[in-house]
């Protein structure tokens, strides 16, 4: 069986400020990724979701516990070079891709990160045009990145890592400054890369719907790991994620505040269009339409 990309296991992180006081980020946090996984990290703002993040790619250490991440140990003992292959396989996008746009042309930006491998002009060349088709932005490979909107900005981003050609992308709240049409598209890209790539990816986001599309959800509150399991699994106890902090999916909002005044369902439908379906299989239950079917639906 093959070992996974990530593990941790009783992970801790402390900050220590400037007054000598000190906060702790991670509190004992357990768990593994296996490569091709597609997760999704919440956690209301401060809970150490981008320390989990700085810490698989090696821009902090662990102050305790053990992390793996692509076969290296992260500790503050490791190299330049050990460092340096971590981020060759742990590629990440920010929530501000001004932060990594670094060239005056979007081709010369997304060869940035292979010409510093050192590789072949040739393979430089294949690489960029290859991220740039992958995220729908090889017509715009001449342009200026600061004439682009802002979700043309984040595909460049995410071209720059793919050009690395790492085996997993963190996506650290990259959604967050994009209008709801902006976030679909960053999200149409996401899944691409792990459906069609087999990239692993772990996509800290604040969206509750974004959430859904994921295989496994991964809840941090005040640096520990409070939830951990698929997204029905995690997103079916409304209660448990309020007392955290976080809301539902708003299909499944919806759901549970029709629970709550006593209609009863047999699923946990968590989708908006799963939601609209028990909806509407409602809808036609009460008015005698619903085709022998509300037996599946209620649960009676």
Do not use: W
């Not at 992260?74 to 330049?80: A, F, G, L, N």
Request: glycine share 10%.
């Amino acid at each position: 069986m093959a070992e996974p990309f990530i593990t941790a296991k009783d992970l801790t992180y402390t900050y220590s400020g400037d007054d000598g006081e000190s906060t702790t980020a991670l509190r004992g946090v357990s768990f593994t990724v296996s490569a091709g996984e597609y997760i999704a990290v919440l956690g209301h703002n401060g809970s150490g979701k981008s320390t989990l993040a700085k810490l698989l790619n090696g821009i902090l250490t662990p102050g305790g516990g053990t992390l793996t991440v692509s076969g290296h140990k992260m500790t503050s003992e490791m190299t330049d070079e050990e460092i340096f292959a971590v981020r060759r396989d742990v590629g990440m996008v920010f929530q501000n891709p001004d932060n990594q746009l670094v060239a005056t042309i979007v081709e010369e930006d997304v060869a940035f990160g292979p010409e510093n491998l050192g590789l072949p002009r040739e393979e430089i060349r294949r690489r960029v045009d290859d991220a740039l088709k992958a995220v729908g932005m090889y017509e715009y490979r001449n342009s200026q990145p600061h004439r682009l909107s802002g979700v043309q900005k984040q595909r460049v981003a995410i071209a720059g890592v793919l050009a690395m050609m790492p085996k997993c992308i963190i996506f650290d709240e990259s959604t967050a400054m994009l209008d709801p049409r902006g976030r679909a598209d960053v999200m149409n890209t996401v899944r691409k890369l792990n459906r069609d790539f087999g990239m692993t990816v772990l996509h800290i986001t604040h969206y509750m719907d974004e959430a859904v599309q994921a295989n496994r959800v991964l809840v941090i509150s005040d640096g520990i790991l409070s939830a951990d399991g698929t997204p029905k699994e995690v997103f079916s106890d409304v209660e448990a994620l309020r007392r955290v902090g976080l809301d539902a999916p708003q299909g499944r909002e919806l759901m549970h505040a029709l629970e709550s005044d006593g209609i009863r369902f047999s699923d946990k439908p968590i989708s908006a269009e799963e939601c609209a379906a028990c909806i509407l299989a409602r809808y036609q239950h009460a008015n005698g339409i619903c085709g022998g079917k509300e037996k599946e639906v209620f649960g009676k």
